[in-house]
Each structure stands twice: as C-alpha cells, then as structure tokens.
C-alpha cells in the first residue's frame, strides 16, 4: 500500500483531512428509495410475525416469498439485470427496517446481497457471468462459503479443494461450516484450493450431484437463521463458473467484503436506535423511590449513552454509505465502522437490559402472558453479540486494520491542509481534537516502530488500542459531519457534543493504558493457565459439555446425513 486516499486511512497517519467527508455527497435517499422503504415497512407490519420466527425458530416460506415479491433480494442490482437499481443508503435503511422486525430477516437479505453471489459477480463477474447469474439473483438466494471446522480468520490453511479436469471443469471436494443461508441456498460462492494456483472462487448450483446440507445450526441468538454446515462431494464446476483467475479467490472476497462491511454497522445502528426507543419510554413510566427511574442520575447516564451512541451509529451507517454510493474508497472506513458498531451495539443492548431490570431478562412472550408489555430486551443482547464475531471478531479486525497501517509506505509524511471548521459551531471543538489526537496517533505507531522494531505487529493489545482511538475519532467525525447535515432533526447538535464528550473519555482511558496496564502479567498467567499450572482453580465443579473432539473432522468424502436443503419458490 503506497498511499492512502480515504479519511479513516489518513487518521492513522495523523492527517485531518476532513474535506475527504465533508461536505456529504448526494441529497440523501430518493424518491425510488422512500417508496420502497415504504412498501418494505407495510410489508413487515402487515406480513412478517417476528414472534412466530423466534418461537419456531424458521422464517416461514411465505415471508421470504413475500421478500422475493417486493424486490427485498435484489435492493441494489442493477435495473438491467431485474434489480430494483437503488443505492447502497436505501439498502441500508432497508436492513434497519427488517432487523428491527426480526433480526433473521436482516442476516437472510445481508448474505445474500452483500457477500453473496451478487456483490463478487458485479465486481468480478465476466460479461457472460452477468448475464447468466445476476438475474437469478433477484428470485434465487445465494451464500457464501469460506469458513471450515479448523478455519476462521485464518483463510489459508483451507482444506476444500477444487481440481481442474482437462476439459476445463473442476471437481470440488471439502466441507463448509457456519454457512449463513447455506440451508436455503440456490446459489453458493464456494472458496477453494485450487493445486498449485491456490484460492479460488466458484458459482457452485446447490442441488448440484453431490452437495449436501448436513446440519442445520442453533445458536444463543438469530432464531431463523438458516446456517448450516455443507459437504461438496465429487461437485462438478464448469470452469465458466469461477469467478476471478484462479489464485485470486481471496480478492475476489474481500473486494465482495468491502462493499458489504456497512452491513452490520446498519443493522448495530438500528439496535440501537431501537433501545433508545424503549429506554425512553420505559424509563418514564417506571417510578421508583418517588420519581420515574429516568430522573436518577445512574440511569440517566445509561439513557445519555443510548442515545448519543445511536446518533453516532446512525451517522457512520449514513456518512460512510453515501461516501461509498459516491464512488470513494470507504475500505478503511467501513472496518471502524464494523469494528466499532459491533462493539457499542452491545454494551447499548447490554444498559437497556439494565434499565428493564428483572423485566429485561424476562422473555417478551413471558411477560405479554402475564399482562404486561412484552419487550424483546433479552433477545436483542442474545442477536447482537454475534456482531463482535462475526465478518471478522474484534480482535482479527484489529489485527487487520494494524497489519495495513504498518504497510503503508513512508508513514511519517505529513500532507498539511488547511481545515475550517467554524462552520460547525458547537461542534468545532471536538474536530479540532480530532486533528490533534489523530496526530498523537500516528506518534504513538511510529513510537511503536521505534520501540520494537521486529515484533510491533506482535504487539496486539497496543495497536488495538490505537485501532479504538481512531474508530473513536471516526465515530466524532462522521457524527460532526451527520449533525451539521440535519438541519431538520430538532437537537442533532447536542447528541453529537454528547457523544464526542463520551468518545473523548473513552479515548483519554485508551491512551492511559497505552504504557500504564497489565499486558506482561497477562501474558504470563495465560502462558501458566495453558500449561496446566493453575488447574486446582478447577476443582469442584462439573462440566456439562458434551463429549465429541473439540473439532469437528474437515477429511473430504460423501455425506452420511440426510440434506437439510431448503428451497423456497
């Protein structure tokens, strides 16, 4: 990486370039877009029974039918292709919409749309590709396969193989693991080893001889979600259906990743703004000691953080979408994004089970039968946790953000611009901190470089925290940038001095434990817990796992389950 040109990027190497957000492109969603958000939401009202998904844990054949009718899988497929054609920010909106619903609904569109089929054909689709598989996609569901058994993070070590017959087919063998809509799937991106070239991508036919659902997942959260566990046995691929040279199958994934990232942002947006919702008026009905719960300070400062971090959440989903609508390169802004979103999206739902009190763990269907309001507080914590695991966890994404700011040539060199920003009033003290810190950031790697010039990418727990100050500074930014923008939104102004007032703590905190923490003695315990030294501390409990290895057998071969595919017309 020689140079970077996105804002996020820039941050890392202590340069405020706010032009590069401000101001927003485009003039929000058009009138193609509101409509079929409209539709989407009497959808949902009208059709879509969230209790009914979560109690039987399936989304019922009709609602995706309906999903189907409406345009629902195909929000940003090109009109020429059978698509609705509307922009990446009305697929967003639509997330937030269908999440809130029910959060399997969300992911079912999501893996369809942002890492299925659609997104590595448009990118890196042939002509002829196009042609052949992008108007299936607007009736048909397609999934995405690269995780196995033994990999997650860690691509490379893939055992699914895909070898290449001399006229030109490939036969694909291996087994794919946590495969979101891989039960429902016409369609599947299948990442493999191809001998000698290494991973490639493929369109794989899912009742293709040979391909197999084994099973079927259940999980703490996302009742309905259809994740399952498949087997390619001897599968025949035509070699028109790779997508990409072969080698360059992990291209064609992230490039797919990157349009697609914003994804759990929105959906972490929504949460959010969902519990704001129900904090606020929980908290002024529930009286405790004389006066609603909302008017003690300790509760106020969870309905505070609520709020300014949905605000925040909304602004990255809406400053970074219509930056990528816009042709930017948002790849670095989208992995704060994530990053960041998954994280806050937790500890949001995480205080409005607090301030539900007994009532938050309840289940909404317990308390709907005993007269009372039924809230789905303890299933929104059970949905969003997945966030900090999912499309990379917290701790890879940082590791990743770090290995690509460490990659960046010259990272010393400074490109001084002039920044204005008088025109965000209120506002302008906390993007003059942002330049400031974000310089203290790019010292503080270089520092790094200094300080342990062989092992600096070994230092996890250092870069993440300079990757979490800068998701911060993006998070102040982009709120700043949204706020100005929403002349309309009484008191958008004072959400964001909020939230950049809370960031700045947060961030004070990071810095502080940059060379005042516990690092050392952490590594020294955990090396003594994996060498068996503390196993005393074990003594007097029991374990109720269920006995099995503790990782399932990847070895090729035919399947000996019954195929759990379901296909919905």
């Given at each position: 990486m020689s140079t970077v040109e996105s804002f996020g990027g820039e941050l890392f190497l202590g340069r405020f370039r706010l032009g590069l957000l401000d101001p927003l492109p485009g003039q929000g969603l058009d009138a193609d877009s509101k409509a079929f958000l409209a539709r989407l939401r009497d959808f949902c009202v009208d059709k879509v029974d969230s209790r009914l998904i979560e109690r039987d844990g399936r989304i019922p054949d009709e609602v995706i039918a309906g999903l189907k009718d409406i345009g629902a899988f195909a929000i940003k497929l090109p009109k020429e292709y059978g698509g609705l054609g509307l922009p990446g920010a009305c697929y967003l909106r639509a997330l937030m919409l269908v999440?809130?619903?029910?959060?399997?609904?969300?992911?079912?569109?999501?893996?369809?749309?942002?890492?299925?089929?659609?997104?590595?054909?448009?990118?890196?689709?042939?002509?002829?590709?196009?042609?052949?598989?992008?108007?299936?996609?607007?009736?048909?569901?397609?999934?995405?396969?690269?995780?196995?058994?033994?990999?997650?993070?860690?691509?490379?070590?893939?055992?699914?193989?895909?070898?290449?017959?001399a006229d030109g087919s490939y036969t694909l063998n291996g087994l794919k693991s946590w495969v979101t809509n891989g039960v429902l799937a016409d369609l599947i991106v299948v990442m493999a080893m191809v001998p000698e070239t290494g991973m490639t991508a493929f369109v794989v036919e899912a009742r293709s001889p040979g391909v197999t659902v084994e099973h079927r997942g259940e999980f703490l959260g996302l009742r309905g979600l259809e994740n399952g566990v498949v087997r390619f046995h001897d599968v025949v691929v035509p070699a028109g259906h790779r997508i990409g040279p072969e080698g360059e199958g992990l291209e064609v994934a992230l490039a797919a990743q990157d349009t697609g990232r914003l994804s759990l942002p929105a959906v972490s947006a929504a949460a959010a703004k969902w519990s704001l919702k129900i904090a606020r008026e929980w908290s002024r009905v529930r009286v405790q000691w004389g006066k609603p719960i909302g008017e003690h300070e300790a509760v106020a400062a969870k309905i505070s953080f609520i709020a300014a971090t949905a605000f925040a959440l909304e602004a990255m989903v809406e400053v970074t979408g219509r930056h990528a609508d816009a042709g930017g390169d948002t790849h670095m802004e989208a992995e704060l994004a994530k990053l960041f979103a998954s994280e806050k999206a937790w500890l949001v739902a995480d205080e409005l089970l607090q301030i539900r009190g007994g009532r938050g763990y309840e289940t909404a269907e317990s308390a709907a039968a005993r007269g009372e309001r039924g809230v789905p507080a303890e299933q929104l914590l059970r949905d969003v946790r997945i966030g900090r695991i999912f499309d990379g966890s917290?701790?890879?994404?940082?590791?990743?953000?770090?290995?690509?700011?460490?990659?960046?040539?010259?990272?010393?060199?400074?490109?001084?611009?002039?920044?204005?920003?008088?025109?965000?009033?209120?506002?302008a003290p906390h993007l003059r901190f942002v330049e400031r810190t974000c310089r203290s950031v790019a010292q503080?790697?270089?520092?790094?470089?200094?300080?342990?010039?062989?092992?600096?990418?070994?230092?996890?727990?250092?870069?993440?925290?300079?990757?979490?100050?800068?998701?911060?500074?993006?998070?102040?930014?982009?709120?700043?940038?949204?706020?100005?923008?929403?002349?309309?939104?009484?008191?958008?102004?004072?959400?964001?001095?909020?939230?950049?007032?809370?960031?700045?703590?947060?961030?004070?905190?990071?810095?502080?434990?940059?060379?005042?923490?516990?690092?050392?003695?952490?590594?020294?315990?955990?090396?003594?817990?994996?060498?068996?030294?503390?196993?005393?501390?074990?003594?007097?409990?029991?374990?109720?796992?269920?006995?099995?290895?503790?990782?399932?057998?990847?070895?090729?071969?035919p399947s000996h389950h019954e195929n759990q595919h379901r296909h919905v017309a």
């Open positions: 999440n809130t619903t029910h959060s399997a609904l969300g992911e079912l569109l999501a893996a369809h749309q942002a890492i299925g089929l659609t997104q590595p054909i448009l990118l890196s689709g042939t002509d002829e590709q196009k042609r052949e598989f992008l108007p299936r996609c607007v009736r048909e569901i397609s999934a995405f396969t690269l995780t196995e058994p033994d990999i997650g993070n860690d691509p490379f070590r893939m055992r699914t193989t895909a070898v290449r017959a917290t701790e890879a994404l940082r590791g990743f953000i770090a290995q690509e700011v460490l990659a960046i040539d010259n990272p010393a060199s400074t490109v001084d611009e002039p920044v204005t920003v008088d025109d965000f009033g209120l506002l503080h790697v270089a520092h790094g470089r200094t300080r342990w010039p062989s092992e600096l990418a070994d230092r996890q727990l250092y870069l993440g925290r300079l990757v979490d100050i800068t998701a911060e500074l993006y998070a102040m930014s982009v709120s700043c940038v949204y706020a100005k923008t929403r002349t309309d939104a009484e008191g958008a102004l004072e959400l964001a001095d909020a939230f950049c007032h809370q960031a700045r703590l947060r961030i004070a905190e990071l810095f502080g434990r940059l060379w005042s923490n516990t690092d050392d003695h952490d590594r020294a315990v955990s090396r003594n817990v994996l060498t068996d030294r503390y196993t005393w501390l074990e003594d007097g409990v029991l374990d109720p796992s269920i006995e099995g290895p503790w990782i399932a057998d990847p070895a090729p071969g």
